[in-house]
């Protein structure tokens, strides 16, 4: 139980274009997701958070209008980079809690963006 | 502020025993946890502490110190699939997340 799945795994996008990453929770109905971003040989670094219904929290210095991020339903979230630069470029990985208290996150497999 | 340190790098032998050390400080405090990292890979959760003492799960052990804001990870019988980041993480009182820069380990024969 308590699967939580990403697509894409690995996209490669040109500069200047929109990406749009997919989190779904396949077995638990997601109150809460995670959205986090790994740079090479860093830890993971928490971009936001959303709760089904409303609006996501973005952490200080994530700027939300790139960063749009969609919780529509309790089994799907959505991050999509927009106007994408090479500096982009990360490790993209989703987590959901069943919960609010956060006390439980399982991961998705992450999302490898290249942006050229 | 809050903070969460970890050595960056650990290496062991295949078949030995590691402990890998977290000090943590924290807004108020719901819980530790240590997730397991491959390269290229998410993490995988491994263990979860909120109260004092040791946790067993197989080869796999956490140990929490709430009044000394200190846990570790015990890694016994070593293997080279223990090859990976392990990644200590604290709840606050707002139950979110503090993640470590992560651990390191690499396993040698």
């Known amino acids: 139980g308590a699967v939580v799945s990403q697509h894409p795994s690995r996209v490669i996008c040109k500069s200047g274009t929109s990406v749009k990453i997919e989190c779904r929770s396949l077995?638990?109905?997601?109150?809460?997701m995670f959205w986090y971003r790994q740079f090479p040989k860093q830890s993971l670094m928490l971009m936001a958070t959303?709760?089904?219904?409303?609006?996501?929290?973005?952490e200080q210095g994530v700027e939300k209008d790139k960063f749009l991020i969609n919780h529509a339903s309790l089994t799907l979230s959505t991050l999509t980079v927009t106007s994408a630069h090479p500096e982009d470029s990360s490790f993209y990985i989703c987590?959901?809690?069943?919960?609010?208290?956060?006390?439980?996150?399982?991961f998705g497999p992450g999302t490898r963006l290249t942006v050229l | 502020g809050q903070n969460i340190d970890q050595p960056t790098e650990m290496t062991a032998t295949e078949g030995a025993i590691v402990q890998i050390n977290c000090t943590y400080q924290t807004s108020g405090f719901n819980g530790l946890f240590w997730y397991q990292q491959h390269a290229g890979e998410a993490p995988t959760f491994l263990s979860y502490n909120v109260l004092d003492g040791l946790e067993e799960k197989g080869r796999f052990s956490s140990f929490l110190s709430r009044s000394k804001g200190y846990s570790y990870l015990l890694l016994k019988e070593l293997q080279m699939k223990d090859s990976a980041s392990y990644l200590c993480a604290a709840t606050d009182s707002n139950y979110q997340l503090i993640w470590g820069a992560g651990t390191k380990l690499i396993i040698k024969p």
């Open positions: 987590s959901a809690s069943p919960g609010r208290d956060y006390n439980e996150q399982f």
């Open positions: 077995d638990f109905q997601a109150t809460t």
């Open positions: 959303s709760n089904e219904g409303s609006k996501a929290t973005y």
